[in-house]
């Protein structure tokens, strides 16, 4: 049992290492273009910057160097006058990377998802073969142009409804027209009468 579990937990951190090397390899300079699209990792303690070097650490020193990354933080003159990245002890570094790197793995099985999708791949299943993730630049021009698209669509079709209700606001005035103009004529019979 023991066994199982030890080989269970090797294979998250596969997973994981795995994960935060494909998120890094789409990025032409991780460093300052590294951001999260379709997971949400935010926190109130750490800044994206922070995150996107914490990251890029964590992929160049290795899981578990919590204490090399400690020392790049210091060593960099980012993060010079950042306070409070700098006095971190160790474990919440490391905790904090944890936390990256399994954002890192969901985000990169969203994109490997929207990839499919792109490509018509089926999305679902145990035996989904490898796919060659798109650079993030392309895949954000790709997500913009559907958004534009939809957002088009969306606009044409609100048009369309305007122009219904503009036609049966005519037929509305007119109807009011002819029953003025029927009101009047039965007022004017009724006063000479």
Not at 1 to 23: A, F, H, N, Y
Not at 34 to 41: I, K
Not at 93 to 117: D, F, N, P, T, Y
Not at 148 to 172: A, F, N, P, Y
Request: glycine share 6%.
């Amino acid at each position: 049992k023991m066994i199982e579990r030890g080989e269970k937990k090797m294979d998250d951190l596969k997973g994981l290492q795995r994960g935060t090397k494909m998120l890094i390899s789409i990025f032409e300079n991780p460093w300052k273009q590294l951001e999260f699209t379709f997971t949400n990792c935010k926190d109130k303690m750490f800044t994206a910057e922070e995150d996107r070097y914490l990251l890029c650490w964590t992929h160049k020193f290795g899981y578990g160097q919590w204490e090399a990354i400690k020392m790049s933080i210091r060593r960099s003159p980012e993060f010079r006058f950042d306070y409070f990245l700098r006095s971190l002890p160790v474990e919440l570094i490391g905790r904090r990377c944890e936390q990256l790197m399994k954002a890192a793995e969901k985000e990169v099985e969203s994109i490997e998802k929207w990839a499919r999708e792109q490509k018509g791949l089926p999305t679902e299943g145990d035996d989904l073969p490898p796919i060659g993730l798109p650079r993030f630049d392309v895949m954000r021009l790709e997500i913009r142009k559907k958004a534009l698209q939809e957002t088009e669509s969306k606009r044409q079709d609100l048009e369309g409804k305007v122009l219904d209700i503009e036609e049966q606001m005519k037929k509305v005035q007119d109807r009011l027209k002819v029953l003025n103009e029927y009101t009047r004529e039965v007022s004017s019979r009724n006063a000479k009468a």
